[in-house]
Nanobody
Framework: QLQFVESGGGLVQPGTSLRLSCAVSGFDMSGYAIGWFRQAPGKDREGVSCISADDKKYYSDSVKGRFTISRDAKNTVYLQMNSLNHENTGVYHC?????????????????WGQGTQVTVSS
């Protein structure tokens, strides 16, 4: 059964860290890029980070230097988020795209998970 399951969200204070996980099952990730996306309240979903099948990594300008994407050998993709701020609040989803990463083309990603809520609040 194909599943993309996000976890690791929570309520945190500004300046702290979280690590999100995207566990993929029932799916051969070979040849696919895996992206992380954020849906903030009242805003469109936007690309945050992506890792290609050959481990090239991409980040939006707003998280570059603070967030790190990685993957392990067990089909899990992680998003380490440091120095969180209020603008990072939202529901984080992972999804797959055949070929290379392109954070601007959300419609080209498939197999979206249900998401995990991240709330940054003092």
């Amino acid at each position: 059964q194909l599943q993309f399951v996000e976890s690791g969200g929570g309520l945190v204070q500004p300046g702290t860290s979280l690590r999100l996980s995207c566990a993929v099952s029932g799916f051969d990730m070979s040849g696919y890029a895996i992206g992380w996306f954020r849906q903030a309240p009242g805003k469109d979903r936007e690309g945050v980070s992506c890792i290609s099948a050959d481990d090239k990594k991409y980040y939006s300008d707003s998280v570059k230097g603070r967030f790190t994407i990685s993957r392990d050998a067990k089909n899990t993709v992680y998003l380490q988020m440091n120095s969180l701020n209020h603008e990072n609040t939202g529901v984080y989803h992972c999804a797959a795209r055949w070929g290379e990463c392109d954070l601007s083309k959300l419609s080209s990603y498939n197999f979206w998970g249900q998401g995990t809520q991240v709330t940054v609040s003092s």
